[in-house]
């Protein structure tokens, strides 16, 4: 029998992993996760922040200088960390640089009442993508408005579709408390999956879908997103699926240590540095994956010393 969550009983999620690999995973100094890197799955250290959203923002910017009129190509980024957006804008423009080939996919939004939260929501997450970025991009530069793929609730299949019209170079992300990236959430410990979380070929033949939630991501999104307010928070969400991740020719995650803990910082590199897949905690299904980079904020790595403050 697998462990029960210790957050949320009914769900899957990483405390129902094996006792040894959580010990491990916390035994990890910052160093160690350098150690982790293997060929298909790298680690990276930034000493300052400015280095590592300016590096985080030139990912945008090399993947639509690829970009062609016969060759589109595009990025699927996140909102979390954003603090690389308007970086983005400002490379752009002061470099005069070309995007008009260049795509984008915004990789989730929240879902209520039947639909996708409106651009004029305060949490829309197409609204801060087009404010901290493309509404700063110079006309003359600038991608046409068809190149930026937002989810909507009726469009989820056109917008999985796009993955094969064009190439997604770099999808890019953060880790959430769940170890999840977009809304790829562990699942309800119900129906054929009460008593073990689905195989990991289970939940990677996931595509862009309407998820519920994990208690955990409402509680982080609350504190990150409305000053703790759980109640005012979405239980669900449009996301960006496995199937159209694996599209993408790198993958590519950002630790600042605001968004995930330092356990999970460790946890998820630890598991897919040494093949460790289980559903439960999403991110370790990046292990099979041929292209995976892992960056990380040296300062915010923190520690998992057990401490009374």
Avoid at 109 to 137: I, Q
Avoid at 232 to 258: F, L, R, Y
Wanted: glycine share 8%; hydrophobic share 35%.
């Amino acid at each position: 029998m697998r462990n029960i969550s210790k957050v949320a009983a009914g769900w899957w999620d990483y405390t129902t992993l094996d006792e040894e690999i959580l010990q491990d995973a916390a035994r990890l100094k910052t160093e160690d996760l350098l150690q982790l890197s293997r060929p298909g799955f790298a680690v990276k250290f930034y000493d300052t922040l400015e280095s590592f959203f300016v590096a985080e923002a030139l990912e945008y910017v090399h993947v639509w200088q690829r970009a062609t009129e016969s060759e589109p190509a595009g990025i699927c980024g996140p909102i979390g960390p954003t603090e690389q957006l308007p970086l983005v804008a400002r490379i752009v423009n002061d470099l005069e640089i070309d995007v008009r080939n260049g795509h984008f996919w915004g990789m989730d939004e929240w879902y209520m009442d039947g639909k996708e939260v409106p651009v004029t929501h305060p949490l829309s997450f197409a609204r801060a993508d087009l404010d901290m970025c493309f509404n700063r991009l110079d006309r003359r530069l600038r991608m046409a408005d068809e190149n930026l793929h937002f989810l909507r609730a009726d469009n989820i299949t056109e917008y999985s579709r796009s993955f094969d019209r064009v190439k997604c170079l770099i999808l890019q992300g953060g880790q959430g408390e769940t170890k999840h990236w977009a809304f790829n959430d562990p699942l309800k410990r119900e129906g054929e999956y009460r008593d073990n979380p689905p195989s990991p070929n289970d939940y990677l033949s996931l595509s862009t879908r309407i998820v519920d939630l994990h208690p955990m991501t409402l509680i982080q999104n609350a504190r990150t997103s409305g000053g703790g307010a759980v109640s005012g928070m979405p239980c669900q969400a449009i996301t960006v699926g496995p199937v159209e991740t694996w599209k993408a020719e790198k993958i590519s995650i950002w630790h600042t240590g605001w968004h995930d803990n330092p356990f999970g910082l460790r946890l998820t590199s630890l598991m897919i540095s040494k093949n460790i897949v289980d559903s439960s905690v999403p991110m370790s299904l990046m292990a099979g994956h041929p292209n995976v980079q892992f960056n990380y904020y040296r300062p915010g790595i923190g520690s998992c010393e057990t401490e009374m403050h």
